[in-house]
């Protein structure tokens, strides 16, 4: 049963900006893909992250790998795509910027492109069914896979842009924190915000990385994924978070999954805390629903009752996150529309 509160959070008008496609399915998907593979011998357990519990990142990124398996097929992708916008939308999601690492299985002939083909055709089916849901694409690069991949990465995701009628709007730095070097990747996110496409990059996900994150930073992207270890409190700088003020880079900060990959010690640690003082952009995601087994309400809720947030200053917060998407103008103008005819009357 929901209570009074949950029905409030669940109701919340929402926007999501850092999703990655494999990491958000739901146990109820995995159990169809399970079921087209039974020979993969994978359970549940291998997939998701439960209540209470807590794994290393390095755990996590197994975690990806199974699913990766699970999701090999033109088929899997369209079904996986389509779940996820759909649950989104349930929601009370308005706008959602999927993201995911186009694969190339050779054992059933997916190649990058139909990857990139597929998830824009699960958001148009999304779009015929009528979801009251707006959903856009950013490619992502693995950086473990080194600067030539993400080169053509970039190539691909460039093409996309301009034939996609707006769906693809840019590109994602994710990956294994502890593998790779941001630095080897400059040339192709050069390239890639050159030719016009947004640029989410994760930084500072993990501690140690002052020299890479200053690289980075100096781009500059259009928006920081996590951020975890930039301010000085937590073995940061003051130059990092300088150039993030001076730049007005936007954060996505992922509550239960910096908690579960154990990146943070606990919710009121969480450095939401340090950037929303600030008065600094900072939109609340999800990362990896599926895999941190939580949604979008849950993590505002979460946010509200760790730090002490009013009704009020919740609606605030997913409002303001409106400023903070990589679709056009006009996209942000409809959308404030819809939060001004949805805001209650009192809190
Ligand atoms: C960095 C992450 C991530 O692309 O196959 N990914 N990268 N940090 C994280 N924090 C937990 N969570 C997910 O979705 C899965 C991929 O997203 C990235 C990893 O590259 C992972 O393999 P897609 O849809």
Redesign the pocket.
Known sequence: MENEADVFYRQLPKVELHA?????VSSHTIEKLIDRKPHLNIEHNMTAIGKGQRRT?DE??QV??V??QL?DTEEDILMVATDVIREFAADSVKYLEL???P?EEKHTGLTKRRYIETVIRAIQLCKEEGLDIDVRFLV?I???NGPQVAMETVELAEEFLLSSNGLVVGLDL????TVGDGKSLLPALERAKNCGLKLSL?LS?VPSQLEESDLLLNLPPDRI??GTFLHPEVGGSQILVDKVLKNNIPLEL?LT?NIK?QTVPCYSKHHFKYWYQLGHPSVICT??KG??STDLSQEYQLAASTFGLSREAVWKLSQQAIDCIFAPEAVKQQLKQKWTDLQPQVF
């Open positions: 990655h496609l494999n990491g958000s990142l996590c990124f990806f790998k699913i990766h999701v993201r995911s690492t694969r992502a693995d950086r473990r994710s990956g294994d924190p994760h996900e994924g996590h992922c999954s990959g990362d990896d895999v941190f």
